[in-house]
């Protein structure tokens, strides 16, 4: 796994300047189903990309529901809600040079279309 993952990050560097400093607004998003596997794929991707020396932060998306508001259903509305603050953790990171990795349930094709 570690090896293919080594292969994105080359792909990357292809088409962003990742040098400390002058990275773009990058953010890698992780979706599935629960239990699926996304927390420990996005745990795995950040040890890589911080040996690779970048600044990365991984955002599990029930930590940022549990944080902002743990009384946050699963109802459309609530998963909208949800959805709008991991954009918003997300813009912050990226404006102090950090890339985040996001990993979290997309249950509505709406959401993994945005």
Do not use: C
Request: proline fraction near 4%; glycine fraction near 10%.
């Amino acid at each position: 796994m570690e090896g293919a993952i080594k292969v994105d990050i080359g792909r990357i560097k292809e088409h962003f300047d990742l040098t400390p400093g002058n990275e773009p607004p990058l953010s890698i998003w992780i979706i599935g189903r629960p239990a699926a596997g996304k927390t420990t794929t996005a745990e795995m991707l950040q040890h890589v990309v911080r040996q690779a020396g970048y600044r990365v932060e991984l955002v599990d998306g029930e930590v940022v529901r549990a944080i902002f508001d743990g009384k946050l259903g699963h109802s459309r509305d609530d998963r909208l809600i949800a959805l709008d603050r991991l954009i918003h953790v997300n813009r912050f990171l990226q404006s102090h040079g950090i890339i985040p990795i996001t990993a979290t349930i997309m249950g509505l094709r709406q959401m993994r279309e945005i």
